[in-house]
């Protein structure tokens, strides 16, 4: 049985290997004789593999050694770029819940589901109000006639112009770009120092 456990097989299946391998070769022949005798390049019993292409040559047996790389713990960082580039590589079961508790668990996920969507349509019956008003704001300003002989829609096209909210000479906030669709008047400032 120790032998068993050396080679990391059960005991059955190591016993069923041992009598297989001792089928195959002469029984004259002990097996510590037959494996310094045969060559490299010859095959295993029972495979067509060759001898040499058979084991990468780390023994599997024997417990792997814990580098101080291994053992120290890893940058979070790493830990969550690692899972996003290459997935999880434990993937957990499904959840398998009796009746009961997935009645308790589809009604809670109801119930959130719900919340959220009153929540949307309070916030978008807010905005609908908001955008409501103003559209009645400005449609007031472009039917009233304009302080003395001013015609309709004077105090209309007075509020979008917008003169002098941007400062004199500024740019309405409409037209406002990045800064960096412009490429620099100077491209590289070689006598920068710190």
């Known amino acids: 049985m120790a032998s068993s456990t050396a080679m990391g097989l059960p005991g059955r ?4 290997t041992s009598r297989l391998t001792s089928f ?8 510590q004789a037959a ?16 001898r040499a292409f058979a084991s990468d040559g780390v023994n599997r047996s024997l417990p792997m050694k814990r ?5 120290a713990d890893r940058d979070p960082k790493i830990k969550i770029m690692d899972k996003a580039m290459y997935k999880l590589k434990f993937v957990p079961p499904p959840l398998r819940m009796g009746r009961n508790r997935y009645l308790r668990h589809w009604t809670i996920h109801r119930a959130w589901l719900l919340f959220r969507r009153q929540q949307r349509e309070s916030r978008e019956r807010e905005l609908m109000q908001q955008y409501q008003s103003m559209h009645n704001a400005c449609e007031e ?12 829609g ?10 002098g909210v941007y ?20 491209p590289w400032n070689h006598n920068w120092k710190r």
């Open 141 to 152: 300003l472009r039917l009233s006639r304009g302080p003395g002989l001013r015609d309709e």
């Open 24 to 31: 195959a070769r002469p029984a004259a022949i002990s097996s």
């Open 35 to 50: 494996s310094t005798s045969t060559p490299l390049t010859s095959t295993r019993p029972f495979s067509s593999t060759p």
């Open 67 to 71: 580098t101080k790389r291994m053992l």
């Open 167 to 186: 400062r004199h000479g500024g740019v309405p906030i409409e037209y406002a770009r990045p800064q960096t669709e412009t490429p620099a008047r100077e």
């Open 154 to 163: 004077y105090l209309f096209r007075v509020a979008m112009e917008k003169k």
């Open 13 to 16: 299946l190591w016993s069923l």
